[in-house]
């Protein structure tokens, strides 16, 4: 049994395949355009939180060394406050020292004129 016989390209069938093929890159072109169209968009969006970023950035950069300084103070004070209550507690203790003395004196003096 013999092949059937091929049939030929001709000018025709060669011609509806070209502008097939153009039909086809004209609809990709579409698509990339569109594709394109959003990725420039989305680098706009980008670039603008890009720079609120770094407008934070600044701003906190600020924040950050104000925060630091006033914990530089608070500890300071903290420690200042620290030496008042050790002075004041020294002096508690020797007030109260002196009037155990003074109350041990007067019970000494009161025994004695007692017993004499």
């Known amino acids: ?6 049939e030929g390209w001709t000018d025709q069938r060669l011609d509806d395949l070209n502008q097939k093929v153009d039909a086809g890159f004209v609809r990709v072109e579409k698509k990339i355009d569109g594709v394109e169209s959003k990725v420039d968009a989305l680098d706009k969006r980008v670039s603008t939180l890009d720079k609120r970023v770094g407008t934070l950035e600044t701003k906190f950069g600020g924040l ?53």
Request: with cysteine.
């Open 1 to 6: 049994m013999a092949p059937p016989p091929r």
């Open 64 to 116: 950050e060394e104000k925060v630091d300084e006033g914990f530089g103070r608070l500890d300071r004070d903290l420690r200042e406050i620290r030496g008042e209550i050790k002075s004041l507690t020294h002096s508690i203790l020797a007030a109260a020292t002196a009037i155990v003395v003074a109350l041990i004196g007067c019970i000494a003096t009161i025994v004695g004129i007692a017993f004499f």
